[in-house]
């Protein structure tokens, strides 16, 4: 479910809906949010990350790069992640960063 959810979210990201592509995230975040997990932290820093590109789609600059500092935050569990996962969450920060060198974070 999760590589659905997230190729979901990079479409999103693509089509700059993302406010959506957060939702597709959360679906998997919320019930595990109070887990002492690093996946479940690099999927909040994603969150963020969408939540800051949304914010810069409203206008609302400031706010954007203070949400933009925690995905950076968060970014950092990727490298404790089990190999087996740790690929699919670099590529998509590289996704990310992609997106937010567009929008000029």
Same mark, same amino acid.
């Given at each position: 479910?999760?590589?659905?959810?997230?190729?979901?979210?990079?479409?999103?990201?693509?089509?700059?809906?993302?406010?959506?592509?957060?939702?597709?995230?959360?679906?998997?975040?919320? @019930?595990?949010? #109070? $887990?002492?997990?690093?996946?479940?932290?690099? !999927?909040?820093? #994603?969150? *963020?990350?969408?939540?800051?590109? $949304? !914010?810069?789609?409203?206008?609302? #600059? @400031?706010?954007?790069?203070?949400?933009?500092?925690?995905? =950076?935050?968060?970014? !950092?569990?990727?490298? *404790? !992640?089990? @190999?087996?996962?740790?690929?699919?969450?670099?590529? =998509?920060? =590289?996704?990310?960063?992609?997106?937010? *060198?567009?929008?000029?974070?």
């Amino acid at each position: 479910m999760i590589d659905k959810q997230i190729e979901r979210f990079i479409n999103f990201l693509d089509a700059d809906e993302y406010f959506e592509a957060h939702e597709m995230l959360e679906i998997i975040w919320h @019930p595990r949010r #109070f $887990e002492d997990d690093d996946e479940i932290r690099v !999927l909040k820093g #994603f969150i *963020n990350a969408a939540v800051s590109f $949304e !914010l810069i789609k409203r206008g609302r #600059f @400031p706010q954007s790069k203070r949400v933009w500092k925690n995905y =950076l935050k968060y970014k !950092l569990f990727i490298k *404790n !992640l089990d @190999p087996t996962i740790k690929d699919k969450y670099i590529k =998509l920060s =590289l996704v990310v960063e992609r997106k937010s *060198n567009i929008l000029k974070i």
